[in-house]
């Protein structure tokens, strides 16, 4: 079974604060994604590191941003948050070698009142 | 363009009842190929995966997956379903080079009647 942790769980938080998800994985993984997920919906991938100090922007543009100053750590942090970013995010790790598959977390489900 | 489509939005199968699970993908090369289960407010667990090789891949909890490259088709089949498997499931094809990206498919939600 895979280690990768997040926290929350679950946040309501109201418009306009400033919110960190946290994603840690104890598999030494180099890389680390991060994907949004709306209720029955497929999952967008919206960021992703190589490894340390390495992030990119995936394929669904977010407000959101991350860093990757420890292999284990991947947080997504939100400036402002707003409505539209009620979601699911979900986080993952994959080791190294492209048949390597990703490991994920349970989640954060996210809303923003 | 690399893109997963996994037809059925819904299925619902009774207990003890077999089931097949669809998955279609494009993609130029030889596909990495997977199948995800995410129970509600869960994240996504790996059930199998397919790299090369033999093409009836057995998984976890008594899942199996036949990769048919003529009919560019990862279908995910169970002899008999328990009412535990009620899930969403998700087919992904993973896009070589860089970083692992994965195409996933938008779900089939499985519901199992007693």
């Known amino acids: 079974e895979a280690d990768i942790y997040q926290t929350p769980r679950y946040l309501v938080i109201g418009t306009g604060k400033k919110i960190t998800l946290e994603c840690s994985q104890t598999m030494g993984h180099d890389k680390m994604y991060w994907y949004q997920q709306d209720p029955g919906m497929e999952l967008h991938l919206i960021h992703y590191s190589y490894g340390v100090n390495s992030t990119e922007k995936g394929d669904l543009s977010s407000e959101s941003t991350v860093s990757r100053i420890r292999t284990e750590h991947f947080p997504l942090t939100l400036e402002s948050a707003r409505p539209s970013h009620t979601s699911q995010y979900l986080c993952a790790s994959a080791g190294q070698g492209a048949d390597q598959p990703q490991h994920f977390g349970d989640g954060t489900r996210l809303s923003i009142l | 363009a690399q893109s997963v489509t996994q037809p059925d939005i819904h299925i619902t199968v009774s207990e003890g009842a077999s089931l097949e699970l669809r998955c279609n993908y494009s993609y130029g090369a030889t596909p990495y190929l997977f199948w995800y289960v995410q129970s509600p407010g869960q994240g996504l667990q790996l059930l199998l995966k397919y790299f090369s090789g033999d093409t009836l891949v057995q998984g976890i909890k008594g899942f199996e997956a036949e990769f048919k490259r003529s009919q560019s088709s990862f279908n995910l089949r169970k002899p008999s379903v328990h009412w535990s498997d009620a899930a969403e499931y998700f087919c992904?094809?993973?896009?070589?080079?860089?970083?692992?990206?994965?195409?996933f498919g938008a779900g089939t939600r499985l519901a199992v009647h007693p």
């Open positions: 992904a094809v993973g896009v070589s080079g860089g970083y692992n990206k994965l195409i």
